[in-house]
């Protein structure tokens, strides 16, 4: 079977807990402490030197790295709910938005929330924070444009985008940002698919 190692609040780990349940595949959970450092030590180091979750292990194979074990997923299980498209296009412009949403949205968008939830105040960066907020007001504005005629971002069907994008749209009241009106319209269309529900009500 499937083994998972995970946190219950950590977002890339949800990613991966969306797919599953998308793709109504069965997995065993493990769950790493990272509040007590448990993903800095031995033995979880050998499963992913980076020391972060999620990681998917496979029988003896060994994935770290949420947007990979979604696409291993999506290929080792090719008879599940589909989340990557196969006309070529198509899947070349879910890459594009792939990449987009880490570096113009999650990125600075963990940055915020990690401070805002985990670290005292007085510890925070707040030129730092005050420069991805905008950065990330500016991805909104272009990407509130791109959904003006969309229900969804490819094909307008639920997909690997939604997927990379929910757990970090449920928590977007940390960023301090504008939400467009289009944006809101499709945050509220991903939070309620059941697959992302199921998963976030499930977060402490
Ligand atoms: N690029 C990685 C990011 C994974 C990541 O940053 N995970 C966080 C939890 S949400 C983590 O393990 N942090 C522990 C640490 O950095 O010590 C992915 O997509 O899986």
Not at 6 to 25: E, F, G, W
Not at 89 to 102: D, G, I, L, V
Not at 140 to 145: G, K, M, R, T, Y
Request: with cysteine; charged share 25%; glycine share 0%.
């Amino acid at each position: 079977m499937l083994e998972l190692y995970c946190h219950p609040n950590s977002t890339y780990s949800h990613r991966v807990q969306i797919a599953l349940a998308y793709k109504k595949l069965e997995y065993s959970v493990n769950h790493i402490a990272l509040e007590k450092l448990e993903n800095r030590k031995k033995p979880y180091l050998s499963v992913n030197p980076y020391a972060k979750v999620p990681v998917l292990k496979d029988e003896d194979f060994i994935l770290s790295e949420s947007t990979a074990i979604m696409r291993y997923l999506e290929e080792k299980f090719p008879e599940s709910q589909k989340l990557i498209p196969t006309d070529l296009r198509f899947r070349a412009k879910m890459n594009q938005f792939a990449n987009q949403c880490e570096t113009e949205f999650c990125f600075p968008g963990s940055f915020i929330y990690f401070a805002k939830r985990f670290i005292k105040e007085e510890k925070w960066d707040p030129v730092r924070m005050k420069e991805y907020a905008k950065k990330i007001d500016r991805h909104l504005e272009i990407f509130d444009l791109y959904l003006s005629d969309k229900e969804f971002v490819i094909q307008n069907e639920f997909g690997f985008v939604e997927v990379m994008y929910a757990p970090f749209i449920y928590n977007i009241s940390y960023m301090n940002v504008e939400i467009p009106p289009y944006f809101k319209l499709w945050m509220e269309r991903v939070l309620s698919h059941p697959a992302v529900k199921s998963t976030l009500m499930k977060q402490s």
